[in-house]
């Protein structure tokens, strides 16, 4: 079985230019040492397409998977083996439909169906149900607290594969939650064990405690930004980034299951 995390952004995502303190090749080191054999890296809204960390995770051993967490109608999904000048053409739903039978070659998984922010899919991950491969079960959850087992249940009825992943934000997150998969280290391999449901979730919850401190760090950031005076930017608060003119669904995006 190869190890394999899928939702993971570096210090190169347009949305976390400032607060994300590793690199592709940081993050693949991490990887190297928690024996992980896939690694993909999802940035929002950009494919990371630099070669020579690609060559790098060869090199020890990983096979890195370029991906994007694209936000399509507001909603966040993962496209996986697309280049990014093909992923900034897709802005709806239809378009990635469209995208999708004409490259059978690409991957859709859709992250956090159910949790909290409105950049999650909820019914949309039902009205396109042949759009996506498989769900994610995220990382971020707690004991009694789990939007996963809405996931869990409604992917069964729809009988659809479920990866897990730490949508990495921060690198002691990598391996909280992953994917087992019956592949050979191949794209080709992966995509078809993925679809075919030969894949296992290996997770468990976060503390309570560090549950606590993530919810206080969002709620923190929608308090300062209901009551600033004037739109936040990076100088308002250090973790944001240089986005101007937040919304409160910026901030749940930039603040999401850290
Ligand atoms: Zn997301
Ligand atoms: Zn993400």
Redesign the pocket.
């Known amino acids: 079985m190869l190890k394999a995390e899928l939702?993971a952004?570096i210090n190169a995502d347009p949305h976390h230019l400032k607060n994300i303190n590793y690199s592709a090749f940081q993050l693949i080191d991490e990887a190297v040492k928690q024996n992980f054999n896939i690694l993909a890296i999802?940035c929002?809204d950009c494919v990371y397409e630099d070669k020579s960390a690609e060559e790098y995770a060869k090199k020890k051993g990983i096979l890195l998977i370029k991906g994007i967490?694209r936000t399509i109608e507001g909603k966040?999904v993962?496209i996986y083996n697309i280049f990014n000048r093909e992923a900034q053409k897709i802005h709806t739903f239809e378009e990635l439909k469209q995208f999708k039978q004409n490259h059978s070659k690409i991957l859709v998984i859709a992250?956090?169906p159910f949790h909290w922010t409105p950049v999650c899919l909820k019914n949309k991950v039902i009205r396109y149900v042949e759009l996506f491969d498989a769900w994610e079960y995220s990382w971020y959850y707690t004991y009694g607290i789990n939007p996963n087992q809405k996931t869990v249940r409604l992917a069964q009825q729809f009988h659809k594969p479920i990866v897990g992943c730490s949508?990495v934000?921060r690198i002691e997150n990598l391996g909280k939650t992953y994917t087992l998969i019956d592949a050979e280290p191949t794209i080709n391999s992966v995509f078809a064990a993925i679809k075919e449901n030969r894949v296992k979730v290996v997770t468990k919850p976060l503390s309570w405690i560090k549950f606590a401190v993530i919810v206080a760090y969002i709620l923190k950031a929608i308090v300062g930004e209901m009551t600033s005076t004037h739109s936040i930017s990076e100088s308002d608060s250090p973790f944001l980034s240089s986005q101007k003119n937040l919304k409160i669904e910026d901030i749940f995006s930039l603040c999401?299951?850290r």
């Open positions: 939702h952004h999802t929002h967490e966040h993962l992250p956090h949508d934000h999401e299951f």
